[in-house]
C-alpha cells in the first residue's frame, strides 16, 4: 500500500479549507451548513481510513519507531524549527476522536445556532484544525503554534454564543490558560537553546530534545513549567475552576469539544512531551500528581453532588474522570496508561453525549436547572432512555465504554502505587451517589414545572443512538483501540521516544 | 460438550432487546410477556442440557472454561468473555434459569394492566441476563459486569413506579449501598491480581487458574485483606450487616421482583462468590470468622426487627436478610455446601411466599380498589380470614411458612439444621461455635415465630377489611397460581437431596447427593480444612440427634407463641406494647439504624460537598482568579469596558506577544 505522508497534511489542514469555503457563503446558513457538514464528514472520513489501514502502514516501518505516518519539511531554518507531524496509534485516536467531536458539535448546533451562523461554522473548522495539529505536531514550537491556534476560536465561542456570564467565564478561561501557555512557552525556549549549547544544534524537535541531558533541577523547572501549562487544560484540582465556569455558560457545542478534546490536549501533551522530555523531574513530581488526581476526583464528586445546574455539574464530574486519567499517567505503567489514553477517548464521547443531552433539554424548555424537572421518563420517554444509559456509562457500569478505562488504570496503578489506587477507588462510589441523584430527580419521580418539552427529533435520535452504539461497542470490544495504542505505549513507557 | 453454553445468558439478552426495543409498538400483553417468559424457558432448557451433560462427566472432570471471545487485553492483563461450567455454576443456572421461569410466568398475570408493561419485562430479562454472566463468568471481571449489571437492574425495578418519590429513593438507596460492596468487590479484585503477579508471577483473574495455583497464597496476611475486600462488596449485595438497609426498602419494587432479585437471586450472589472462591476463603481463619460472626449475627438481628413489622412484605423482607445470614453463617463455618444447599432450598420457598403474598396483595388491591378505599393492600392489620377467599394460596403459602419455619421433613428443616449442625461443630472458631450455633438456633425460633405471625394475622381469624370490599376478594387467576404451586411443590421435597447423615443412615444409608455433587468445587477447602484443623473433635450422632430435636423443639415453641398471641388471645399484642413501649419502637423502627447512617454518612456528604463548592471553590480558588483579574482590569484602561468586543484584545496581545518573542530571536 502506498501511503503518501501528506496525509497527514491534508488530516490538518483541509478543515481550515472548509473554514476558507465557508467563508463566502457566509451570510447563508443553509448553504454554510451542508457544507461544514462535508468537511467534517470528510475529515472522519479520512481518519476512518487511516484507522482501518493502520495495521498496514505499521508493517511498512515509517521513519520514527511506532509511528504510522511521519511528514517532515524545514519550515523555519533560522532556528531549525521543522515542520514534523507524526501520526502514531495514540495520535490516530485522538484524531478520530477530534474528527468524530466535530461532527457531534456540528450536529448539536445544527439548531441551536441561529446567529452568526457563519462565523460560528469557520470558527468551529479552523478550530478543529488547530486540535488536529496538537495531536500530530512533534515539533515543540509548531506544537505550540497549533496550541495557541486551537485556543482563540474557543474564546469567540464562548463569548458570543455564550450565555449567562459568558463573559466573566471567557475570561477566566482565557487568563487560566494563557497563564499555562506563556509558562510552557518559556520553557520550549529555554529547552531549545540548552539544547543549542550542549549540542549545536538549533532544533525544536521532540525526539532530539529527548537527548538533551539536563540537570535535575533545571528539568524540574522544566517540567514543572510544562506540567502547569497541562494541568490547567486538564483540569487538576486546584486548577480546575475555569472550567465549570466555561462549561456551563458555553454553547452546547463548545461544552463538547472542551470536555471531548480540549481538555485530552492536556493529558495528551503530558504523555506525548512532557513524560518522555524530562523524565527524572516526572518521576520526582509523581506524589504530588498522584496527590492532585485523587484529590480532584473526591473534591469534584462531591462538589457536583451539591450542583442545581446539570451542565455544571456535568462539567465537575468532568474533572473527576479526568482525575483518573491522570492517575493513569502518573502511574507511568503500560496498562495504566493504555487504561487513561482509552479513558481519553471514552470521556469523549459520555461526556459529550451527557453535554449534547443537557443541550437538548435546554433548547426545549430554556433552564437546566435540576429542581425545574422531574418524572421526565413520563413526558419524554427516549430522551430519559439515552440519558439513563449514558449516566450509566458515565458512572463505569462494566459492558460500557468507561468501564474498561477506569478499570484498566486502575489495575496498573495498583501495581505501582496501591495506595493511590486505593484512595481514587472512593471515587467510584461517590460518582455514582451524584449521578444516580441526577437521574433521579430529572427522569424519575413526578414533574415539578409544566414545561414544553417534545421528545427527540430524527436528527437527534441518530446522533444519539450513534454515540450510544460507540458507548456500548468500546465497553464490549475494546480489543481493536487498545491493540491500536499497545505499540507506541510500549514505546513511551520504555523511555525510548 | 457445552459449545452452546453462550445461549443460556443470550437468550434473555434477544428478549430485553426485542421487548425493549419493540415492546411499546407490541402492546399485546400477552405476546410481551410470552416472549420475556419465552426467552427465560429457553435458558433453562439450555441448562437442564447442560448439567446433564456435566453429570454424565466423572466428578474430577466436572470443568470447563468455554470462551467466546477476547474483551479486554493489555500487557499482562487479559480477561475474555468466557464461561465456566462446573457444578457450582450448573446448581445456580439450574435455579436461577428455573425460579426466574416460574415468577415471569406469574408476573404476566400480575402485571396485567400495568403502565409499562413491556418495560417491566424488559427488565426483567436484562436482569436474567446479567445474573447468568455473574454465575457463569469465568473471571472475577466479567463476574462483576454481572454483578453490576443485576445491580443497575434492581435500581430500576425498584424503582418501577418511577413517579412513587419512596420508590426511587429506595432504588437510590440500593444503588449506592451495593455500590459501597462493589468498591470492596474491586479492591479485593485488583489485591489479588497484584499480589498473585508481584509474589507469583501468575498474573491472572481467572477462576480455575486462581484455584490451581492458591497453594502458593499465605494463609492469612494479605488473603485475610483480600477476603474481607471481598466480603465487604458480600455484605452490600448479600444484604448483610452493616450493608442491610437496602433490601427492606427495596420492596417498593413490584411483589414479582422482589420475589425473584430481593430473594431468591441477585441476594444470593454474595453467597455464591465466596463458594466459588472457597479456596480463598479457607486461608484466612480471620475472615471465615469475620464471615460465620457477620451472618450470625444478621441471622438474628433482622429477625429481630421481622417480628414488629405489619407490612406483610417486609416481614419477608427482613425474613431474607435472616436467611441470608444463615447462608453466611455456613460460609463462615466452611460448611460450604450446606450454604448453597440453604441458598437453594430458600429460593424455593421464599419465591414462593413472596409470590403469595404478592396475590394476597394483588386481591386486596383490587378488592380496596373497587370500594375506593385508601387502606393499606400490604398493611396484615387490614387482613385476616383470608384462608376461605384464596385457599390455593393459603395452602402454599403455608406449606412454605412450615419449610422456612424449619419443621422436619420439609426443605427448609434438612439445609438449616445442616447449617447449624456444621456452625456447632467444624473445628473453626473454638468456643465461638457454641455462640455461633446459639445465634442460629434463636433466630431459628424467631423465624418460626415471625412466619407464623404473618400467617395467622393474613390467613386466620376475623376478616378486617371493610364489610363491602370483602366480597371483592378473590383466588387469583391460574397463571398466578400455577408457580406457587410448584414453587410450594419444591419447598416440600427440595430438601430430599441433600439428606443429612445422621438422617440418611436411618434409611440405610442414603447419602448426602447434594454434597457429593459439589465436592469437585469445594475439594480443596476441605482437604485443606482437615489438614489444619486442630484436632477436629468427633461429635457423636446422638450429640447431632439432640441439637436437632433442640432445634426443632425452639421452632414449635416460635410457632406456639404466635398462635397463642395471634389466634387464640389477640388482645396480647397489644399488652406486651403497652408494657414495653420503648422496646417496641425501636423494633418497630429498626433499630434506628437508617437514621444513625443518615446521621453519620449521608447528612455530612451533603453538608460537604456543598461547603467544598460555596466555600472553596468559590471563595478561595476563584479569588485570587478574580484578584489577579481585578489587579490586571486597574491597571489597564483597554479592559474597562468588559464586553464580548474585547475577546480580540486577548486575542491579538496574545498573537502579538509570540511575534515579538520570535522576533527577537530572529534578529537577535
Known amino acids: 500500500m502506498m501511503a503518501d505522508p501528506h496525509l497527514l497534511t491534508i488530516l490538518v489542514f483541509f478543515p481550515l479549507a472548509g473554514c476558507l469555503l465557508v467563508l463566502p457563503v457566509w451570510k447563508r446558513p443553509a448553504a454554510a451548513r451542508p457544507l461544514a457538514l462535508g468537511v467534517m464528514t470528510g475529515e472522519l472520513l479520512l481518519a476512518l481510513w487511516l484507522y482501518a489501514s493502520w495495521q498496514g502502514l505499521a508493517a511498512l516501518k ?374 444516580v441523584r441526577l437521574v433521579q430527580e430529572v427522569v424519575f419521580q413526578t414533574e415539578r414545572k409544566p414545561l414544553p418539552l417534545a421528545d427527540l427529533d430524527r436528527r437527534e435520535i441518530c446522533l444519539l443512538a450513534l454515540l450510544a452504539l460507540l458507548v456500548i461497542l468500546m465497553g464490549v470490544h475494546p480489543a481493536p483501540l487498545l491493540d491500536l495504542i499497545h505499540g507506541p505505549v510500549k514505546i513511551l513507557v520504555g523511555g525510548a521516544p | 460438550m457445552f459449545d452452546n453454553v453462550w445461549l443460556i445468558p443470550l437468550f434473555p439478552f434477544i428478549g430485553f432487546l426485542i421487548n425493549g426495543l419493540l415492546g411499546k409498538k407490541i402492546k399485546n400483553e400477552t405476546v410481551i410477556g410470552g416472549i420475556g417468559a419465552l426467552a427465560v424457558l429457553c435458558s433453562f432448557l439450555v441448562s437442564c442440557k447442560t448439567i446433564l451433560a456435566l453429570l454424565s462427566l466423572p466428578g474430577e472432570e466436572r470443568v470447563a472454561n468455554v470462551k467466546v471471545f477476547t474483551w479486554i487485553t493489555s500487557g499482562s492483563f487479559n480477561a475474555d468473555i468466557a464461561f465456566l461450567i462446573d457444578p457450582l455454576s450448573c446448581v445456580m443456572i439450574m435455579i436461577v434459569t428455573g425460579v426466574g421461569f416460574l415468577i415471569h410466568v406469574y408476573s404476566i398475570g400480575y402485571m396485567h394492566g400495568e403502565e409499562g408493561f413491556y418495560r417491566f419485562f424488559s427488565y426483567l430479562n436484562l436482569f436474567m441476563f446479567s445474573m447468568l454472566l455473574l454465575v457463569l463468568g469465568n473471571n472475577l471481571l466479567l463476574m462483576f459486569v454481572g454483578w453490576e449489571g443485576v445491580g443497575l437492574c434492581s435500581y430500576l425495578l425498584i424503582g418501577y413506579y418511577f413517579h412513587k418519590k419512596s420508590a426511587g429513593d429506595a432504588g437510590k438507596k440500593a444503588f449506592v449501598m451495593n455500590r459501597v460492596g462493589d468498591f470492596g468487590f474491586l479492591l479485593g479484585t485488583f489485591t489479588l491480581y497484584w499480589y498473585m503477579g508481584q509474589a507469583h508471577n501468575v498474573w491472572t483473574i481467572k477462576f480455575t487458574d486462581l484455584a490451581a495455583n492458591s497453594h502458593l497464597l499465605p494463609t492469612g496476611g494479605i488473603v485475610t485483606a483480600i477476603t474481607l475486600c471481598f466480603f465487604l462488596g458480600a455484605t452490600g449485595k448479600s444484604a448483610q450487616i452493616p450493608l442491610y438497609t437496602w433490601l427492606p426498602d427495596a420492596m417498593e419494587g413490584p411483589t414479582p421482583v422482589s420475589a425473584l432479585i430481593h430473594a431468591a437471586t441477585m441476594v444470593t450472589a454474595g453467597v455464591y462468590m465466596i463458594g466459588r472462591m472457597n479456596y480463598l476463603f479457607i486461608r484466612s481463619p480471620e475472615t471465615l470468622m469475620v464471615v460465620a460472626v457477620v451472618g450470625g449475627c444478621t441471622a438474628l438481628f433482622a429477625a429481630t426487627i421481622g417480628t414488629a413489622q405489619n407490612d406483610i412484605k417486609r416481614v419477608l423482607a427482613y425474613s431474607t436478610v435472616s436467611q441470608l445470614g444463615y447462608m453466611f453463617l455456613a460460609m463462615g463455618t466452611g460448611a460450604f455446601a450446606a450454604g448453597i444447599f440453604h441458598l437453594m432450598t430458600h429460593a424455593f420457598f421464599k419465591a414462593c411466599l413472596f409470590l403469595g403474598s404478592g396475590a394476597v396483595i394483588h386481591s386486596m388491591h383490587h378488592a380496596l380498589h373497587h370500594v375506593h378505599s385508601h387502606d393499606d393492600a400490604q398493611d396484615m392489620r387490614n387482613m385476616g380470614g383470608l384462608r376461605s377467599k384464596m385457599p390455593l394460596t393459603f395452602l402454599t403459602f403455608l406449606l412454605a411458612t412450615i419449610a422456612i419455619a424449619g419443621i422436619p421433613g420439609f426443605s427448609g428443616f434438612f439445609s438449616k439444621d445442616e447449617i447449624l449442625w456444621q456452625a456447632f461443630s467444624n473445628p473453626h472458631h473454638g468456643d465461638l461455635n457454641y455462640l455461633l450455633w446459639g445465634m442460629g438456633a434463636l433466630a431459628a425460633g424467631l423465624t418460626a415465630f415471625y412466619m407464623f405471625r404473618l400467617v395467622f394475622m393474613t390467613f386466620f381469624g376475623e376478616c378486617r377489611i371493610t364489610p363491602k370490599a370483602k366480597d371483592h376478594l378473590h383466588e387469583s387467576p391460574m397463571v398466578i397460581v400455577i408457580p406457587l404451586i410448584v414453587l410450594a411443590a419444591l419447598s416440600v421435597v427440595g430438601g430430599y437431596i441433600g439428606l443429612p447423615k445422621v438422617i440418611g443412615e436411618l434409611f440405610g444409608g442414603i447419602p448426602n447427593y447434594f454434597e457429593h455433587y459439589l465436592e469437585p468445587v469445594f475439594k480443596y477447602s476441605e482437604e485443606y480444612m482437615a489438614q489444619h484443623a486442630a484436632h477436629a473433635a468427633e461429635h457423636s450422632a446422638t450429640l447431632e440427634w439432640g441439637l436437632m430435636g433442640l432445634s426443632v423443639l425452639v421452632a414449635l415453641v416460635g410457632i406456639t407463641i404466635a398462635f397463642t398471641m395471634y389466634v387464640k388471645n389477640t388482645e396480647l399484642p397489644k399488652r406486651f406494647v403497652a408494657t414495653f413501649p420503648a422496646l417496641h419502637r425501636a423494633v418497630y423502627n429498626k433499630w434506628y439504624i437508617d437514621e444513625l447512617y443518615d446521621y453519620l454518612f449521608v447528612n455530612p456528604c451533603k453538608a460537604l460537598g456543598r461547603f467544598l463548592w460555596k466555600g472553596f471553590d468559590v471563595v478561595v480558588v476563584d479569588g485570587v482568579v478574580n484578584g489577579v483579574a481585578n489587579v490586571v482590569m486597574a491597571f489597564s484602561g483597554v479592559f474597562r469596558y468588559m464586553q464580548s468586543g474585547y475577546i480580540y484584545n486577548y486575542a491579538w496581545s496574545m498573537a502579538f506577544g509570540v511575534v515579538v518573542i520570535l522576533g527577537y530571536y530572529v534578529f537577535k
Open chain 1, 62 to 435: 515509517p521513519i520514527l519507531p511506532g509511528y504510522l505516518l511521519v511528514e517532515d519539511a524545514p519550515w523555519i531554518g533560522a532556528f531549525g524549527i521543522r515542520y514534523t507531524l507524526g501520526l502514531d496509534g495514540i495520535s490516530l485516536l485522538m484524531v478520530m476522536l477530534t474528527a468524530f467531536s466535530f461532527c457531534v458539535a456540528l450536529a448539536v448546533s445544527w439548531r441551536a445556532i441561529g446567529e452568526k451562523v457563519g462565523l460560528f461554522l469557520a470558527l468551529l473548522l479552523a478550530m478543529e484544525t488547530g486540535i488536529m495539529g496538537v495531536f500530530l505536531a512533534l515539533d515543540l514550537a509548531l506544537f505550540y503554534l497549533f496550541w495557541e491556534v486551537m485556543l482563540i476560536p474557543m474564546f469567540f465561542l464562548i463569548g458570543i454564543w455564550g450565555h449567562g456570564r459568558h463573559i466573566y467565564s471567557t475570561v477566566k478561561f482565557f487568563l487560566f490558560t494563557m497563564f499555562g501557555s506563556l509558562l510552557m512557552l518559556l520553557a520550549i525556549i529555554a529547552l531549545h537553546l540548552l539544547h543549542a549549547q550542549q549540542s549545536g544544534v538549533a532544533t525544536f524537535g521532540l525526539h532530539q530534545l529527548i537527548a538533551t541531558r539536563l540537570p535535575a533541577g533545571t528539568q524540574l523547572w522544566l517540567f514543572g513549567a510544562f506540567f502547569l501549562a497541562f494541568a490547567i487544560k486538564f483540569p487538576l484540582f486546584p486548577l480546575h475552576t475555569w472550567l465549570p465556569d466555561a462549561h456551563t455558560d458555553a454553547p452546547t457545542a463548545g461544552s463538547v469539544i472542551l470536555a471531548g478534546l480540549l481538555l485530552k490536549t492536556g493529558s495528551y501533551g503530558l504523555l506525548r512531551f512532557g513524560y518522555p522530555l524530562f523524565p527524572q523531574a516526572a518521576q520526582t513530581l509523581t506524589p504530588l500528581f498522584y496527590t492532585l488526581a485523587i484529590a480532584g476526583i473526591i473534591y469534584a464528586s462531591l462538589v457536583a453532588f451539591a450542583q442545581e445546574d446539570m451542565k455544571r455539574l456535568i462539567a465537575y464530574s468532568s474533572i473527576g474522570h479526568m482525575g483518573y486519567v491522570a492517575i493513569g499517567i502518573a502511574a507511568w505503567q503500560p496498562v495504566a496508561l493504555s487504561g487513561s489514553i482509552i479513558q481519553m477517548a471514552n470521556h469523549g464521547v459520555t461526556t459529550g453525549a451527557l453535554f449534547a443531552m443537557v443541550g437538548m433539554l435546554d433548547e426545549r424548555a430554556h433552564t437546566r436547572e435540576i429542581g425545574a424537572f422531574g418524572g421526565l421518563w413520563g413526558k419524554i420517554p427516549l430522551w430519559s432512555f439515552f440519558f439513563l444509559l449514558f449516566s450509566m456509562a458515565s458512572v463505569g457500569l462494566p459492558g460500557l465504554n468507561n468501564f474498561v478505562g477506569e478499570f484498566l488504570v486502575l489495575s496498573g496503578t495498583f501495581t505501582k502505587s496501591p495506595l493511590a489506587a486505593g484512595l481514587a477507588f472512593t471515587g467510584i462510589v461517590l460518582t455514582l451517589v451524584y449521578t
